[in-house]
């Protein structure tokens, strides 16, 4: 498969790397095609780079792994064009930083970011998964021993289907993953963001997922 | 241990009835003695029955079993001198079914239930816990197979190591709780319900609760 990851910060690096190690195509995406760190880092990894327009016209999977504050602008920067009909993984969380840590989750009001995205690029066939556990465990879940989740939320269930198997490459389990149903339920995982903050405070370098016990 | 439990709904007769089948002295409360609803429960199930400020004077330990939308008037009902120095264990959420199912989520902006209590009730010790998961599961944590957990989170330490032994008494071993620290910390939790409500039609019929899987 070829990926677009938008975003060269740690989870688009992780996700990225990720991908090519294990065989499959991805373009890495950022404001500007002359980012020499961002070059820098693509070509040790295999990896190619550009501007989020270069990568997503690339991907035929796209990953959306920037601060969610930014998520917007990046897939408006990106081009609807080149996201029309795409399965896109969003990956980011509505974290404002401004007054440090803990960040405040700020979503629009009784939604989510990721329901928001989607009303905004339509043409996209969202997924959001992935965004309640570090970067570290998202490409290395048998890292964090015992039963652990992630949670999919899309309105395309042919997306998801795609998602699932994107994640079986990341190193995840069918039976770890819990379809929660349509992109409006987005808004639970996004919340769980506070507990996981004042989880990172409470279990200290631990690494951590959250799981779903059931009968 | 003698408990008052503030509230005579599924989940105040639940923790009732177990602290009483495990031989506590309970007496529950609700808004008029003249509830004959809850004078017969109470009779069948071994235990007293009142006001508000009936039980919360009987009470070592109080629990807080109602909604959340009224747990403000009912501490205020029990009354502050019967809550004086007292251990209350916050099970509520503030949830609004106003609209129906699923219900919203209404917390003080940035804020939480638990800590919105413990500001208006400072002379209460005030330990959020067991609102993550259903009456059934607050009583039998056995009846979910593999791990799973609860979450507290209040400002004094003694007071979290009281409800520790509440909890033991209902059944959670130790290892099954997460100090989040003080009572801000109540905000996670709380908002874990919008979560919880997508799983109650995601694993429908199944009886679930949250887990923190860590190294």
Same mark, same amino acid.
């Given at each position: 498969?070829?990926?677009?990851?938008?975003?060269?910060?740690?989870?688009?690096?992780?996700?990225?790397?990720?991908?090519?190690?294990?065989?499959?195509?991805?373009?890495?995406?950022?404001?500007?095609?002359?980012?020499?760190?961002?070059?820098?880092?693509?070509?040790?990894?295999?990896?190619?780079?550009?501007?989020?327009?270069?990568?997503?016209?690339?991907?035929?999977?796209?990953?959306?792994?920037?601060?969610?504050?930014?998520?917007?602008?990046?897939?408006?920067?990106?081009?609807?064009?080149?996201?029309?009909?795409?399965?896109?993984?969003?990956?980011t969380n509505p974290l404002d930083f401004s007054r440090g840590?803990?960040?405040?989750?700020?979503?629009?009001?009784?939604?989510? =970011? $990721?329901?928001?995205?989607? /009303?905004?690029? @339509? +043409?996209?066939? !969202? %997924?959001?998964?992935?965004?309640? &556990?570090?970067?570290?465990?998202?490409?290395?879940?048998?890292?964090?021993?015992?039963?652990?989740?992630?949670?999919?939320?899309?309105?395309?269930?042919?997306?998801?289907?795609?998602?699932?198997?994107?994640?079986?490459?990341?190193?995840?389990?069918?039976?770890?993953?819990?379809? =929660? $149903?349509?992109?409006?339920? /987005?808004?639970? @995982? +996004?919340?769980? !963001? %506070?507990?996981?903050?004042?989880? &990172?405070?409470?279990?200290?370098?631990?690494?951590?997922?959250?799981?779903?016990?059931?009968?």
């Amino acid at each position: 498969m070829r990926f677009a990851v938008l975003g060269t910060g740690e989870v688009g690096r992780t996700l990225a790397a990720a991908l090519a190690r294990r065989g499959h195509d991805v373009h890495i995406g950022s404001r500007s095609r002359d980012n020499t760190d961002a070059a820098a880092w693509a070509e040790t990894n295999g990896v190619a780079q550009g501007s989020f327009a270069d990568a997503a016209a690339f991907g035929e999977i796209v990953i959306v792994a920037v601060s969610g504050m930014h998520a917007t602008a990046v897939l408006g920067a990106a081009g609807r064009p080149r996201l029309a009909g795409k399965v896109v993984i969003d990956v980011t969380n509505p974290l404002d930083f401004s007054r440090g840590f803990p960040p405040r989750v700020v979503i629009p009001e009784e939604g989510s =970011l $990721g329901a928001h995205l989607q /009303a905004m690029f @339509p +043409e996209a066939r !969202l %997924v959001k998964t992935l965004n309640t &556990t570090n970067n570290a465990v998202m490409a290395d879940p048998a890292s964090v021993p015992g039963e652990h989740c992630l949670f999919l939320s899309g309105d395309d269930p042919e997306a998801k289907a795609v998602v699932t198997e994107v994640l079986s490459v990341l190193g995840w389990r069918a039976e770890q993953l819990i379809d =929660l $149903g349509g992109i409006a339920t /987005a808004r639970g @995982p +996004e919340q769980m !963001l %506070v507990l996981w903050c004042d989880l &990172t405070v409470a279990l200290p370098g631990r690494r951590f997922n959250f799981g779903v016990a059931h009968d």
